[in-house]
């Protein structure tokens, strides 16, 4: 088995999608000050940070998408979203501010030889951490799913999935038909994913805990996929 890191970085003065609060990390207690407090030499350092529930690598709650006052946040969700098989498909080819569509989907699985099961966790490979990380068109130049695709992952039965980009929806949309799409189903999903390419066309199992904050609209995550390298 080899362990795949999925996760962003998280600093000072990386990129947060616009209007979040942007990521704040401070050095909070050094070793000259605790050293004062021990004897025989001990002592310690910490940092502290302040980041918005929607920064980093995140998963969506319920609540974020949907206004209803019984949407569960993030502490209300089952474990079992954020845990199981998964597969990542390619549609880096796809352009920036254009909608990924069910064909592309469909043109994906069959480029792969691999199918999208029911109860699958499924991740899209658009490219844009690769191409764009720490820098400003991270936010603005990316593809997303528009109404076709994000209907053809209702149809699919796919449980949770997530994209390498600030949200799964067109940058230049107006609408979101992803996220409106997870408020009526109900699935949630994964942003600022990385190192998708190492995944592209195979099955693994992924998981992606997210911190347990109470009340939270989203939850902070190292995201990892499991890979049997003998598959």
Known sequence: MRLVDLSQDIYQGMQVYPGHLKTVVFDHASHEETALRFVGGFSFQTKGFMMNDNGPTHVDSFSHLDPDPSAQTIDQMSLDLFYGPAVCLDVSHVEAHQDITAEHLDAAQEAHGVSVERGDILLLHTGTHGRYAAQAKYLTDFPGLGETGSEWIVEHGVKTFGVDSPTPDNPVSKSYPCHMMCRRH??????????????????????????????????????VALLDEAA
Request: charged share 15%; hydrophobic share 35%; aromatic share 10%.
């Open 186 to 223: 109900h699935i949630t999903h994964y942003e600022n994913l990385t190192n998708l390419d190492q995944l592209v066309g195979k099955k693994f199992t992924f998981v992606g805990f997210p911190l347990k904050v109470i009340g939270a609209h989203g939850g902070p995550t190292r995201a």
